[in-house]
Structure formats: C-alpha cells, structure tokens
C-alpha cells in the first residue's frame, strides 16, 4: 500500500514539474534541435530630453541564427558585413517562464531578455536598460523577434 501511494505521489510531482512553464519554454526552445532563424533585430535609443529626442532606431531583418541545447549551452550565429562571414559567439543559458538570461563568451555581464511567446514557432524577446551621462538618461531597448528553423532531414 506504501509502495503504490509512494508510486502516485512521485508520479504526480513527475507530471507537476514537466507541466510547469519553464520546462515547457525550455522544451519550446530546445525542440527540433533546437535552432531559430533571426527573423528581425531591432535597437531603439532615446535620450530623455526637455524636449524628447527623435529615437535613434536600428533595424535588420534575417541576421543569423541561435541554436539552443538541452545542456544548457547555445549558438549565437550572424552575418558579420564587414568581415563578409558568419560569427558565431557560444553561449550558457537559462530560463523563468518568461524571460531568459544567456551568458555570451566574450562579453563581461549576462543579457537577460522577457519573452512573449507567439507560439512554439515564433517568439519576441525584449531587453531594456538605462544609462545616465550626466543628467540626461538613454533608455535603449533590444526587440528579436526569432523562428523556428525547419529541422534538415537527410534524404
């Protein structure tokens, strides 16, 4: 009877713990291998001003791609114009159910986005930080809307 109540209980802390919204973004992100397509990445700048500046906005569309392992660990790959090639920057990673926090190889802190998850297929990750010079304040937000790459099949 302890044996079978013991079995019911691990089972549903089992089904409770698979169901929860991190695991399931983590699922969403590592499914099909795991890889996204840059659909657009786009920087918008704004210094707070009496009065307000014009947004200084950067926008490219089909950038590169990400890759994200069930390890933990990812790919950064994008289209470098100046150098002509593709870069790639590794990555760890984690996440909440709504945001996701990559610690990129080279750079000195790690870069938390939010996500709003569309789909499975389609998600945009927002980042935003402020900074002060002097007393004027730029926010700077970072929109990446990301798609799911088709996995290749070997025909």
């Known amino acids: ?8 209980f691990a089972s549903l802390v089992t089904l409770f713990v698979a169901c929860s919204p991190e695991i399931k973004l983590q699922n969403h992100l590592t499914r099909d291998g795991g890889r996204w ?5 786009k920087v918008t700048s704004v ?24 390890s933990g660990t990812g790919i950064w790959i994008q289209y470098d114009t100046l150098t002509m090639q593709n870069v790639a920057t590794y990555f760890e990673w ?14 000195t802190e790690e870069v938390e986005f939010s996500i709003n998850e569309v789909s499975k297929d389609e998600q945009w990750w927002v980042r935003e930080e402020s900074f002060f010079v002097g007393d004027l304040e730029t926010v700077v937000t970072t ?3 990301i798609v799911r790459e088709e996995e290749i099949g070997n025909k």
């Open 1 to 8: 009877m302890k044996r079978s109540l013991f079995i019911l």
């Open 37 to 41: 397509n840059i659909d657009e990445f």
């Open 47 to 70: 210094t707070k001003t009496d009065p307000p500046t014009e947004p200084t906005i950067i926008q490219e569309f089909n950038v590169g791609e990400v890759l994200f392992y069930e």
């Open 143 to 145: 929109e990446i809307h």
């Open 94 to 107: 984690e996440n909440t159910n709504n945001s996701i926090t990559m610690d990129l190889e080279g750079f």
